[in-house]
C-alpha cells in the first residue's frame, strides 16, 4: 500500500518560529510535491522536487524554502513564521516518465500561527 | 485567466441524488483529466481519470469530458453519505509531472 506521511497532523507556532515540516514516502517517487490548501483558493504549489538537492519554485514560494537530501524524504522550512503561513500544508509524490503521473498526497499538517 | 476553474458549491443534496460536478479549463491541448476526491482532515486521492473525451464509468461514478467545449464532469449516481467530501478536478501539465487544480467542490449527502 502505498504511504506519504507527514511529521505532524497538528502544529501551533508563533510568529518568528522556524518551522520544519517532513514528509517521508515510501513509493521510491521522484517526484515531490509541497502544497498549501486554503478554502476558496484551493490546492496552490509552494515547491517542487523532482531529484534528490533539486527543486523549483511553484506557485507562491516566497517565505518558504525546501531540502531534498534523501529520495524519499522533503522537507517544507518556514524560516520565519508569519500568521498568513496559517493554512493545511500537503505534501505529495509521483514517478515521472508518464504523460500524466498520479500524485500521492499525505493526510496533511494543519499549521496555527499564533 | 486560471487553466482550471471549477464550481465552487458548497453543494447539498438529499441521499439517493444525482450529482453533477463541473470544470473547466483554458488549454485545448490537456489530454488527460483527474478528479481527486479528499475527505475531511485527509488527503486529497485519485478518484478517477479520463483521457481525451468521452465518458469513463467506474460504478456509480462517471467521469465525463466534452473537448470542445473545455468542460469536464463528474457525476455520482444515487449519491451516498459516504460521498461527502471535496471533489477537486485536475488536470497535468504538458510534463505530466505537474498539476492545475480547481478549487474543489463540497459536497454534503444528507442521509
Known amino acids: 500500500d502505498v504511504k506519504v506521511t507527514q511529521s505532524s497532523r497538528y502544529l501551533v507556532k508563533r510568529t518568528g518560529e522556524k518551522v520544519f515540516l517532513e514528509c517521508v514516502q515510501d513509493m521510491d517517487h521522484e517526484n515531490m510535491f509541497w502544497y498549501r490548501q486554503d478554502p476558496g483558493l484551493g490546492l496552490r504549489l509552494i515547491y517542487f522536487?523532482?531529484?534528490?538537492?533539486?527543486?523549483e519554485k511553484g506557485d507562491i514560494p516566497e517565505g518558504y524554502s525546501v531540502s531534498r537530501e534523501k529520495k524519499e524524504r522533503f522537507s517544507l522550512i518556514l524560516e520565519s513564521a508569519s500568521t498568513n503561513q496559517t493554512s493545511m500544508y500537503l505534501c505529495?509524490?509521483?514517478?515521472?516518465?508518464?504523460?500524466?503521473?498520479?500524485?500521492?498526497f499525505g493526510p496533511g499538517t494543519r499549521l496555527t500561527v499564533l | 485567466q486560471k487553466e482550471v476553474e471549477q464550481d465552487p458549491g458548497p453543494l447539498s443534496v438529499p441521499e439517493g441524488a444525482i450529482v453533477s460536478l463541473n470544470c473547466t479549463y483554458s488549454n485545448s491541448a490537456f489530454q488527460y483529466f483527474m478528479w481527486y476526491r479528499q475527505y475531511s482532515r485527509k488527503g486529497p486521492e485519485l478518484l478517477m481519470y479520463?483521457?481525451?473525451?468521452g465518458n469513463k464509468e467506474d460504478g456509480r461514478f462517471t467521469a465525463q469530458v466534452d473537448k470542445s467545449s473545455k468542460y469536464i464532469s463528474l457525476f455520482i449516481r444515487d449519491s451516498q453519505p459516504s460521498d461527502s467530501a471535496t471533489y477537486l478536478c485536475?488536470?497535468?501539465?504538458?510534463?505530466?509531472?505537474?498539476?492545475?487544480f480547481g478549487t474543489g467542490t463540497s459536497l454534503t449527502v444528507i442521509p
Open positions: 505529495a509524490s509521483s514517478f515521472q516518465g508518464m504523460e500524466y503521473n498520479e500524485q500521492f
Open positions: 522536487s523532482y531529484d534528490v538537492k533539486m527543486k
Open positions: 485536475a488536470i497535468p501539465t504538458n510534463t505530466g509531472n505537474q498539476f492545475y
Open positions: 479520463t483521457y481525451s473525451s
